[in-house]
Structure formats: C-alpha cells, structure tokens
C-alpha cells in the first residue's frame, strides 16, 4: 500500500506540472505573432525614436558690405528661421545637433542672412548670378548683430513630443551652447535645455565598419517649410559607403538619403546607438550620398566639457520592455513601460507601446507573473505530496513489522535508520534485566505493539507465565512507578503477502498506544519520567512533528 501511495505522489506531480504548461500555452495572446518586428531597422527605430528632438533657430541680423558701407536688412534687419534636427544623449538635458545649424558664421546664420540679402538683391534686378553673389558677399560683406561688429542675434529652441492624459503635446524648450567645432573642423555642436529624465540614445564609441547598415533619422524639410505638427521623425535606411577624414576629423559616407531639415540629425546602426551625425552633403555629390560627422568627434566635444553621454534607468527599462514586447511578453512589457513612464511621465513611445502591449492582452502583474507564482505552488505542492506518500509508505510498513530483537542492522542506502529485521520470538524467552533493575528497553525507533483487548489474535498463545523481571502486559493503563512501557510481540507472523484485515489491527493498536500516552503524560506522581517507545510513524519526545511543519510551510506558501 505504500508504494501504491508513492505512485500516486508522482502521478499526481506530474498532473501538476502538465497543467502548468498547458495553462501557459493556452494564456499567450494569439495575435502575439503580430507584434514581431518587420525588420531590423523597424527595431532600431523604435530603440531610436525616443530621443530624436527638432531643433529651430530664429536669427537676426544685417548685412554689410564692407568696401562700401551699404547695409541691407532694413531698419529691422532679416529675421530667418531655420530647422534641424538632433538628439538627446544625456537624459540631464544634453543635445547633440550639427555645429553648421547653430553655428554664426558664413555655414551657419550668417549664410542664411547673406541668402536673405541676395533674395532682396535679385528682386531688385541688382544681380544676375545667384552662386557668384553669394561668394562676393562671403569674401567682402559681413553679417552681423544689433551692434555693428557682433554676431548676429540667435535664439535656439528645442522641441520634442511629451505624452498627456489629453493626447501628446509638444514640449518646446530654450537650448544654450555648451561647445562646438566648426563646420569645417568636424560639424558637431552639444546644446542643454533645462529639462530632465529625457529619452537618450547611446553613443557609440568605436569605428564603425563600412557596409554597417544605419539608419539617418530626423526631420525632413527646408528652411522655412512647415513641420508636421505631430514632430514625427523620419527614418532614411542605407549603409555605410565609405570612411573620409576633413582636417583629420572623421566623417561616413552614408547611402541614406537625407535633406537639409535632418542636418544633425543621428545615423544609428542596428542597435540603435548613434555612430555619427547628418552633416552637410559634399559639393557635386548626388542627393544619394551624404556625409555623417563620426560619433568620436561628438565625444571628443563631450570630452572637452567633462561630459560623460550616458542612458538612463528609464531608458534602460524601456529597452528592455522593447525587448519584451518584440518576444510577445505583453505582461513583462506593460511592467517595463510602467517603470519607464514612472521616471519620464511624458515618454510618448512608452505610452504608444505599453497601449499596443495592452490591446494585445498584456496586464500589469499579469499572465507572465501569475504563471511563475502558480509554476512555484504546484512545485511545492508536488513536492509536499511526494513526501506525504513517502511518510505514508513509511509509517505502513513500520506497523506490519512485528517488534521483535533487532540482528546485524545495516545502515540503509542513503543514508537513511535501519530497518529492523523482524524474527519470530515466543512470549516465553526471558528478556535480561540489567542490575539496576529495569527490563531492557528496545532502541528508539524499534516498533513497539500492545496487543488490545478484544483484538483479533490466531497467533498461539503464552506458553506461561512471563518470568520473574519480565512486566506483565495487562490492561492496567499506567505501569508501576519508574517502570518504563516495554513493547510486547503481537503473536502475528508478518504479513508479507499484505493478507487480513492489516488496517483493524493498526486501528486498534493506535488507539491503544494513544490513550496509554496520554495516561502517562498527566500522572501526577511521576518526577522524573522516561520517554516511553514511541507509536510507529509518530514523532518521539525530541522531535518535532515534520508533518506539521510541512503542512504550516504550505499555508504559509498559500498565503
């Protein structure tokens, strides 16, 4: 019967455990298939597109000939606006953008002040070559501010799209010069706007090979040309085609085709880490190739201004909610993004992704963290059976064991108490009485029965009398003082072939030993008792009752 228990454990296990597949199998979303990434740049983008930002100036200023004095501008000069784009590379409020964006010489505002100028000249019939104009303006003229001999006037602005509970919004924010490089010396400026835990890109540190596929992401559009007021970033896929240097500054040559309006704009590879900047196309070159300042001469910026380009926690989480997402893990991502707009509310691609994860069944402590609670119970609950099975196989056998003296008890495998090896001994055979006067006790763990009155007993009966030193069973319920319970053999041959009613006799004699324990723990006279042999499959007086404990662990667990 103990095996049969035994069998039953692991058969039950196991009926758990397939469960618990089942139960997973059957709670993934069956539109997860959907949300797999097309492609490696569509996972690059989404890495990417938090942290791409526009970048607008609004320049003022005149322009003066220097050989004649003539200003032209007007009384209020020319006030241009212009647009690139950048990205964010330190949620602190860090820009990266191209330095001939914001940059106030002839590459940057003041070019667009000579254009302006040379518009005004054209209308007015004074020139008839626009390129050439230009040039002689660059060689003899001078843009300048308010104050004769100043910089044009250049107010930087940074825009980017936050998430609210009434729809996205877009956050514009006033950006200052941390440094630069000039256009011609590598194209990269850093800005800061007051703002934290904005989105960010990684920097990437190293060369990147030709043939890289990258993606150049920004804001397409001219000077002057309206941007979409949903500020959503395009993604020109390409290569790397080629390495070039520019006054021993790094540039990629990159298949993207990409306009003026993503100047500064990043090219980011696979991964979506940013290995250079838009910068301006080289002369005679086809709108199909353009040129991307290498991330090294933005460190080296960096560098220079103690500035160390780092992720956020945020922008950690919501990679790995990404991650999630793409491996149809809707609940894990729903966790993800929840921590991501913990850190930064007004992430807009967090918002638009955790809303995707949720249509596609994803909860918060959802599926995904029930599983693993339910996977861990049934393991428990499992092992609980296991044992109990064991417990019971165990405490069945010790009862058909007939007490009896113990030969030659080995050790058995793993380590585990020996198991008495039962033999026939007649009532009659005299038990040695030490000199103190107590019968001999068997050792702890030895079976010890009481045959009860009434009990079913065809074994032969004493042959006499117990000899002198040997107690006499009787039904007296507590033994003489100082006289421990010494067990008595039943008189039944061991029931090898599990024939007779085995589970009478084990009822009786549990209720037997039970009620003659319970006798000798509330005897008033005794000072100094000695523990008597337990029943088989109870625990003795120096042991706690591991059942118990057991079933305390699994309410606890249940709990």
């Not at 006054?247 to 290995?275: C, L």
């Not at 119970?377 to 113990?406: D, K, N, Q, Y």
Request: charged share 20%; aromatic share 4%; glycine share 12%.
């Amino acid at each position: 019967m103990g095996a049969h228990h035994s069998v039953r454990g692991v058969r039950l296990m196991r009926a758990v455990f397939v469960a618990a597949a089942l139960l997973a199998l059957t709670a993934a979303p069956a539109a997860g298939a959907a949300s797999q990434p097309s492609s490696p740049e569509e996972s690059a983008a989404a890495v990417a597109r938090p942290g791409i930002v526009l970048v607008t100036v609004e320049w003022r200023g005149w322009v003066r000939d220097k050989r004649t004095g003539e200003q032209f501008g007007g009384a209020d000069g020319y006030q241009i606006k212009s647009t690139c784009s950048g990205a964010v590379i330190k949620p602190d409020g860090h820009v990266a953008t191209a330095s001939h964006c914001v940059h106030t010489g002839p590459q940057g505002g003041a070019g667009a002040l000579f254009d302006a100028a040379i518009e005004e000249l054209a209308a007015a019939g004074r020139i008839g070559d626009r390129a050439v104009a230009k040039a002689q303006l660059i060689e003899h003229a001078v843009a300048e501010g308010a104050t004769p001999d100043r910089p044009v006037d250049r107010a930087i602005q940074v825009e980017r799209m936050e998430a609210t509970g009434d729809g996205p919004i877009r956050d514009i924010a006033p950006a200052t010069v941390v440094d630069l490089v000039a256009p011609t010396d590598g194209d990269v400026a850093v800005l800061k706007v007051p703002r934290d835990n904005l989105p960010s890109l990684e920097i990437r540190a190293d060369q990147t090979p030709v043939g890289t596929p990258v993606l150049a992401i920004g804001y397409p559009g001219s000077a002057g040309a309206a941007v979409d007021p949903s500020l959503e970033p395009s993604n020109k896929n390409g290569q790397v085609s080629a390495r070039r240097t520019q006054n021993d500054r790094p540039f990629y040559e990159i298949s993207a085709a990409a306009t003026h309006g993503m100047s500064g704009g990043p090219v980011v590879d696979m991964e979506g880490r940013i290995v250079g900047l838009v910068s301006q196309g080289a002369p005679g070159e086809t709108q199909s190739f353009n040129f991307a300042a290498a991330s090294t001469t933005l460190l080296d910026v960096l560098a220079g201004k103690d500035v160390k380009a780092e992720l956020g926690t945020h922008d950690r989480a919501y990679r790995e909610g990404l991650e999630r997402y793409f491996a149809d893990d809707f609940d894990g991502a729903v966790e993800g993004f929840d921590d991501v707009l913990a850190a930064s509310p007004g992430h807009l691609q967090a918002t638009e992704y955790r809303r995707l994860a949720v249509e596609r069944g994803g909860t918060a402590g959802g599926d995904s963290v029930l599983l693993i609670g339910f996977a861990v119970l049934c393991a428990s609950i499992a092992v609980g059976t296991g044992a109990a099975g064991t417990m019971v196989a165990l405490t069945r056998r010790r009862r058909l064991t007939p007490a009896s003296p113990v030969a030659a008890a080995a050790p058995a495998p793993g380590g585990h108490s020996p198991t008495p090896v039962p033999t026939s001994v007649p009532l009659s055979a005299p038990t040695p009485v030490p000199d103190e006067g107590f019968a001999g006790v068997p050792a702890r763990g030895t079976p010890a029965f009481i045959l009860p009155e009434g009990s079913d007993n065809s074994g032969p009966a004493p042959a006499g009398p117990a000899p002198a030193g040997l107690p006499v069973v009787s039904d007296v319920d507590t033994p003489p003082f100082g006289i421990p319970l010494l067990p008595a053999a039943l008189g039944l041959e061991p029931q090898r072939d599990r024939e007779g009613d085995t589970d009478k006799v084990e009822r009786g004699e549990a209720g037997a030993l039970r009620d003659e324990q319970t006798d000798k723990l509330t005897e008033p006279r005794r000072q100094h008792v000695e523990p008597g042999t337990p029943l088989a499959g109870e625990p003795r007086a120096d042991q706690a009752d591991e059942g118990d404990e057991a079933d305390q662990g699994h309410e606890d667990e249940k709990r």
